[in-house]
């Protein structure tokens, strides 16, 4: 997170597992209801 702020970035995403959302959310992120398509993969 410091790395991101030295860079000025405003927004930062990342993909947590439901094990691992507790130890994000204590620094301060925010649960989102983000969705992807991979073109890739026939979608």
Do not use: C, K, N
């Not at 930062?12 to 992807?36: D, F, K, N, V």
């Amino acid at each position: 997170m410091e790395e991101a702020r030295r860079r000025g970035l405003d927004h930062m995403i990342l993909h947590a597992t439901p094990m691992g959302r507790p130890l994000y959310e204590a620094p301060g992120w925010t649960r989102t209801s983000e969705m992807g398509l991979s073109l890739r993969d026939g979608g």
